[in-house]
Structures are given as structure tokens and as C-alpha cells.
């Protein structure tokens, strides 16, 4: 069992930032592709980004620039850092994992999530 545990969410003003962490907990002798999703108020879960095993990162366009996927090497921990937020980001931040992801999100094992919200 794979199980997620998010942390580091909370409240900050717009411009500031944040770094999500995400780490595996339990047996774990694989290597995970992970990433990030988030579900606004009233919104839809929509995918924030994504870090495949190799290394490689893809990220939504409303995110790029701003923020900043990462994983630790051999580890199946991952960070978001979040710069320059805007009222917009605000949501439940939810961590994701999968064995293997070859260009899409990963969707396997889900977190609880960590809410974060930015004030105008």
C-alpha cells in the first residue's frame, strides 16, 4: 500500500510563496513518477505538474514560470515551489503518484491534499 501525506500548504499573500512537499510512506521499492493536482472552490481538479522518473517535468500553463517541480534523487519525496502566487491559486493541493507516467499525469495513489489560499 502506497500511501501520500502532503504538507507545507497555508495561507499567504499574493506575490508570496510556498513550497508543498509530498512524501511516500510505507513499503516503497520503486521509483515513482509524481505530481501535483489542485481542485479550487466550485472548480474541477485540474493538473498542476508533473515529474517523471528521469527527471523531466511538465507543467500546466497557468503555473509555468512561477512554479517549481522537484523529487529527491533515489527518494520518492517531491516538492512544489510555488513564487509569485496570485488570489487564483488557491485550492487543495493534492499530491499524486504511479509507477510509470510516459507523458501523463500520474493517477495511481492520491494524498488528502493541502490547502493553500492567497489573499488579494
Known amino acids: 500500500q502506497v500511501q501520500l501525506v502532503e504538507s507545507g500548504g497555508g495561507s499567504v499573500q499574493a506575490g508570496g510563496s510556498l513550497t508543498l512537499s509530498c512524501a511516500t510512506l510505507?513499503?516503497?521499492?520503486?521509483?515513482?513518477?509524481m505530481g501535483w493536482f489542485r481542485q479550487g472552490p466550485g472548480k474541477e481538479r485540474e493538473e498542476v505538474a508533473f515529474?517523471?522518473?528521469?527527471?523531466?517535468?511538465t507543467y500546466a500553463d497557468s503555473v509555468k514560470g512561477r512554479f517549481t517541480i522537484s523529487k529527491e534523487k533515489d527518494k520518492n519525496t517531491q516538492y512544489l515551489q510555488m513564487n509569485s502566487l496570485k488570489p487564483e491559486d488557491t485550492a487543495m493541493y493534492i499530491c499524486?503518484?504511479?509507477?510509470?507516467?510516459?507523458?501523463?499525469?500520474?493517477?495511481?495513489?492520491w494524498g488528502q491534499g493541502t490547502q493553500v489560499t492567497v489573499s488579494s
Open positions: 515529474i517523471e522518473v528521469d527527471g523531466t517535468t
Open positions: 499524486a503518484a504511479a509507477l510509470y507516467c510516459a507523458g501523463e499525469y500520474p493517477k495511481s495513489y
Open positions: 510505507g513499503r516503497s521499492y520503486s521509483t515513482y513518477c
